[in-house]
């Protein structure tokens, strides 16, 4: 055997040069991730133009300049010129090209960009409050900031928890750009940043993939780009129709659009305290129930439909059939045990936890106002579906308090919060898809069990499915489940009731806003300390982010070897 000492060399310097590629590859490219970042910046910047100009047009009446400090507008101003600012600083340290994997970098601006653009998109709010307390110290400012910052959060998120007391007394701009919030949160300003500018390199399809919701992410055009444009394209056409519907039941263009954002996006931001319920229009609720229907399914199934003339999307989906079965399921249950039994009892409603109980005349005025909802089929029907809808698809709209519900379906509507819409939905919660599969492959070991030669591959749409995507999906489950167990024991530790602090945690997680209890239907989180907030802000973004692109974008893994 010849020993050939010159390619021993080649090769072993051809050995160190792949090592140190590989490692090269494993460290985040902070460049490009600061240019990118600074670009969507960019855009938020433009966004915000539009609840501007609507806040503009309320003070109108006042001088110039006292004009542009009046603080229904000076947060929108300080927000824009920061977000430029802010935005070119980035794009100028930044640099266009990824070098690198790319996984890191896609999740890490979908990570970091998010939070960048709540902590912008929360300074019109933070100024508005800020001008509304009379002491301003360091303490008062910055739970200002954290109510501004959870609010916003709030509404990128798609969750619609609000701390706000009273929202009718809010100015339009600030109500307009909370509702904005959840439509640019829904379909992801990331994928419209990336329909505007495309060449985003080898990060795209990681940047994609970490907003898009649910397993995964289908192309329908070869470039994501259009991918991207077709969604929202679709997105915007089903909030157009929604919003003249809404204005054909009364609505002015104004209120339309703010609660068509809400149901798009499944969000359930309003302009009114009472909710959809403050319209008590039949109409009203069919039509914000079939468009919350639309916005829990998956997108590319409209686009098909619509453009594309293909019915096969819906005919052979086996998460759309599991979808619909759950819901009509849930609603069947509700509508039953409802109308033969009523509401709960007295003694539960009056047990049921608030952070300011209420007097015995305000109970017993609750307790017949719900009662009165379910008096006959028809009303029964109709506020029980848009309850079912509303918590399935996690837009957390409400028209009755299904608080006071008795408990085995205060459970149901629990349950349901946790599965969520389907995949590539605006909804929160795990999506139907993962909730099928976690089924499916539970049922398969228990036949394992009894036939332990049996060989059954999970199957979705009469396709078997790679062990390795189950393998991801019942492990995402599982993280999901743990981190929901663990942020549920410290929100206990925050909060005196458990029935409470589980649910704030479901409902934030699951990104829906109201929940059981303390933060139920009508109620809010404005009485949640400051510590529980921060920690349900990072609920918020685990849940509309999926815990893996979150957890990646801050593990330190990338910089160490695998």
Same mark, same amino acid.
């Given at each position: ?10 090769? /072993? ?24 970042? $600074? ?24 001088? %110039? ?57 929360? +300074? ?13 110290? %360091? ?20 969750? @619609? ?9 809010? &100015? ?18 990331? =994928? ?46 089903? =909030? ?12 002015? %263009? ?70 619909? @079965? ?25 047990? /049921? ?42 837009? @957390?709209?409400? =028209? ?5 519900? &008795? ?6 509507? *629990?349950?349901?919060?946790?599965? $969520? ?32 030669? %049996? ?61 059981? /209890? ?22 918020? +973004? +685990? $849940?509309?982010?999926? *815990?893996? =692109? ?13």
């Amino acid at each position: 055997m010849k020993f050939n000492k010159n390619r021993c060399e080649f090769l /072993s310097i051809s050995g160190v040069e792949k090592t140190l590629h590989s490692k090269r590859n494993l460290i985040l490219n902070q460049r490009f991730v600061f240019y990118t970042i $600074g670009k969507l910046i960019i855009v938020l910047a433009f966004i915000l133009i539009i609840p501007t100009v609507i806040a503009l047009f309320e003070i109108r009446k006042f001088p %110039l300049p006292q004009l542009l400090f009046h603080e229904k507008i000076f947060g929108f101003i300080i927000s824009i010129a920061l977000s430029l600012l802010f935005g070119g600083i980035l794009i100028a340290v930044g640099q266009k090209q990824v070098r690198g994997s790319g996984i890191r970098e896609g999740f890490a601006i979908v990570t970091f960009g998010w939070i960048t653009f709540t902590l912008l998109g929360s +300074l019109p709010l933070f100024f508005y409050f800020l001008s509304e307390i009379e002491s301003k110290n %360091l303490g008062q400012i910055f739970l200002c900031f954290i109510n501004a910052n959870f609010e916003v959060m709030s509404g990128f998120t798609t969750t @619609g928890a609000t701390i706000l007391k009273d929202i009718e007394i809010l &100015p339009k701009g600030i109500l307009f750009w909370r509702s904005l919030t959840h439509w640019l949160g829904g379909m992801g300003i990331v =994928t419209l940043a990336m329909s505007i500018f495309p060449a985003y390199g080898v990060a795209a399809y990681q940047m994609f993939r970490g907003e898009v919701p649910g397993p995964t992410t289908e192309r329908l055009k070869p470039r994501l780009a259009q991918t991207a444009k077709i969604l929202w394209g679709v997105y915007a056409l089903l =909030t157009l129709l929604e919003t003249v519907m809404l204005m054909a039941g009364g609505m002015s %263009l104004y209120e339309a659009l703010c609660h068509a954002f809400g149901t798009m996006a499944t969000g359930g931001f309003s302009t009114r305290n009472g909710s959809i319920g403050s319209y008590n229009s039949s109409y009203i609720d069919a039509v914000v129930c079939v468009f919350m229907f639309f916005a829990g399914m998956n997108f590319i199934i409209h686009y098909n439909i619509m453009f594309a003339r293909n019915f096969d999307s819906i005919k052979k989906n086996s998460e759309f059939h599991f979808y619909t @079965g759950v819901i009509i399921t849930a609603i069947l249950i509700g509508s039953i045990i409802l109308s033969i039994n009523g509401i709960g009892s007295r003694e539960q409603v009056d047990r /049921s936890y608030r952070n300011i109980p209420l007097s015995e005349t305000e109970l017993l005025s609750k307790y017949e106002t719900e009662q009165n909802k379910f008096n006959n089929w028809h009303s029964t029907v109709r506020y029980t579906a848009f309850q079912v809808l509303s918590l399935t698809t996690t837009t @957390g709209y409400t =028209t009755a308090d299904f608080d006071v519900w &008795p408990a085995f379906l205060r459970l149901m509507v *629990v349950i349901l919060m946790f599965f $969520g819409g389907c995949a590539g939905s605006t909804g929160g919660g795990i999506k139907m898809i993962r909730i099928l599969v976690v089924l499916k492959t539970i049922w398969r070991e228990i036949r394992t069990m009894i036939q332990p030669r %049996l060989v059954s591959p999970i199957k979705i749409e009469g396709k078997a499915m790679e062990e390795k995507q189950v393998r991801n999906i019942v492990g995402f489950f599982t993280l999901y489940i743990l981190i929901f167990v663990f942020l549920s024991a410290v929100m206990s530790i925050l909060i005196p009731d458990v029935t409470t602090a589980v649910s704030t945690v479901v409902s934030t997680m699951c990104n829906i806003g109201p929940g059981l /209890s303390g933060i139920g239907a009508t109620e809010n989180y404005a009485w949640i300390p400051l510590a529980g907030k921060c920690v349900l802000i990072l609920c918020m +973004l +685990l $849940g509309r982010l999926e *815990v893996y =692109t979150v957890l990646i974008a801050l593990s330190p893994v990338w910089r160490k070897r695998l």
